[in-house]
C-alpha cells in the first residue's frame, strides 16, 4: 500500500511559517544580550532577557493549548503572530531597559501562542499513521534556524551595526506574519473534512466511541484538566527529564570541555545537529514499522551515553563522538514522544496536548539551568552530565515500565487510523 504523503502544499506552508518564526527568534537570542550589554547594562539584566521570553512562554504556555482548542488553530496562531511582530518592531527604537524587557515577555508570549497553534495545525494536516516523521522533518526548520540564525544576526551586527540587524530581524517577523494567511484556509479545509467523515473529532484516536466515553465528554473536570491533557502526561513526564539533559548541554558544555582543555568544543553542537537531523529523517519510518518502543527505548539509551561519553571525554575526538550519540538519541526521542502526546489524545484536545508536551520542556528549561548550576557549583560541571544520563536512563526505565492505555496499543505500533 502507498503511504500517505507527509509533505502537501499545507504542510509545506507550515514548514515555511515555522522557518520564519525560528529564524527570528535564534538572531534575537544572539543579538539581545549583546545589545543590553553594549548599553552599558549588566550580565545579570542581559541574562535576564532570556529568562523573561522563556519564563512569560511558559506561563501562558497551558492557556495557549485551552485557547487552540477553543478558538481555532488560526485565530491564535494569528494573535501571537501580531504580537510577536510587533514586539519585535520596538527594537527599531531606542527604548529604557525596563520597555526592553517587557518587549521581551511579551515576544515570549506571541512565541508560545503561535508555537503552540501551529504545532497543534501540523498534527491536524500530518497523516496520523506517519505523525512521529511527519514531526520530525517539521523539526527541522528549528534546527536550520539554529544553525545560521545566530551567525547571520552577528554577521550584520559586526558589518552595519545592531540597527540594521534589527530591520533584517523586522523582516523576518512581517515574513512570519504574512506567511500564516494562507493557513486559514489549510484550518477552513481540515474542519470540513472532518465534519465530512462518520467518526466524530472527539473520537480516540484507534478506539470507536462507544457509551462510556461520550459520558466521560460530558463530566465536568477540574479546572486544571483543561489546561493540562492527562493522556499527554505521559510522554511530556519523558520528555522533561530528556530536556534536563539538554539544558545541561546547552548550558555547561563549552565551559566544561575548555575547563578540560579541549580545543574548538563548539564543533559539539555542529555534530549534534547533523546528527538530530539524520535522526529526525529516519526514525518516522523505523517508528511506523516497528513501533514507536523501537524508537524511544534506544533513543534514551544513545542519549545516556552520549551524556556519559560528555562526562568522560579528554579530547576533541571522544567529545565529538558524544555529541554524534547525543544527537541521534535526542533527534530520535522527540518527535516520536511528541507523536505519543498528540495521537494519545483527541482531535479536539491536540492544542492542550501539545501545550502540555512544550509546558514539560519549557519547564524543563526553566528549573534545570538554576538547578544543575547550583550542584555544579558543589560538585563541579563533570558530575552533572553524569546526573543528567542518570536522569535519561531513569526515562528509559519510566517508559519500559509503563502500560499500554486504551489508545497506547495503537499509537505504539505505528499504525494508528486516519480520519
Known sequence: MSRPPIFTPAFCNILLADLMIRTCTFMLIALVPLYVLDRGYSATVAGLTTTLYTGA???????????????????????????????TGCYLFTIPIWLLLIVRALQGVGFSFNGTALMTMAT??????????????????????QAFAPGLALVIKNAYGYRVAFVVLCVFAVLNFVARFPLGAIERRTTARDAGTNVPQDAVIGTPPDDSDAAEATMSHAWWQHLVDRDALRPAVLMFLVMLAVTAVITFLVAYAVGRGIANPAGFFTAAAVAVAVARLTVGRLQARFGVKWVVGPGLLLLTAGLSVIWLAAGLLPLLGAAVLYGLGLGAVQPALNSLAVLGTTRRTRGVAN?????????????????????????????????????????????????????????????????
Do not use: H, N
Open 57 to 87: 512562554a511558559l506561563v501562558v504556555r497551558p492557556f495557549s493549548g485551552r485557547l487552540v482548542d477553543l478558538r481555532g488553530r488560526f485565530t491564535i496562531m494569528l494573535a501571537g503572530s501580531i504580537v510577536y511582530c510587533l514586539a
Open 124 to 145: 491536524d494536516v500530518i497523516p496520523e499513521s506517519r505523525m512521529s516523521e511527519g514531526i520530525g522533518y517539521l523539526g527541522l526548520s528549528q534546527t536550520l534556524a
Open 355 to 419: 501545550s502540555t508536551f512544550f509546558m514539560s520542556m519549557d519547564l524543563a528549561q526553566a528549573v534545570g539551568g538554576v538547578s544543575l548550576g547550583s550542584l555544579a557549583a558543589v560538585v563541579g560541571m563533570g558530575p552533572i552530565f553524569g546526573v543528567c544520563a542518570a536522569a535519561t536512563a531513569l526515562a528509559f526505565v519510566v517508559f519500559a515500565a509503563m502500560r499500554p492505555g486504551k489508545t497506547w496499543p495503537v499509537v505504539a505500533s505505528g499504525l494508528s487510523s486516519a480520519r
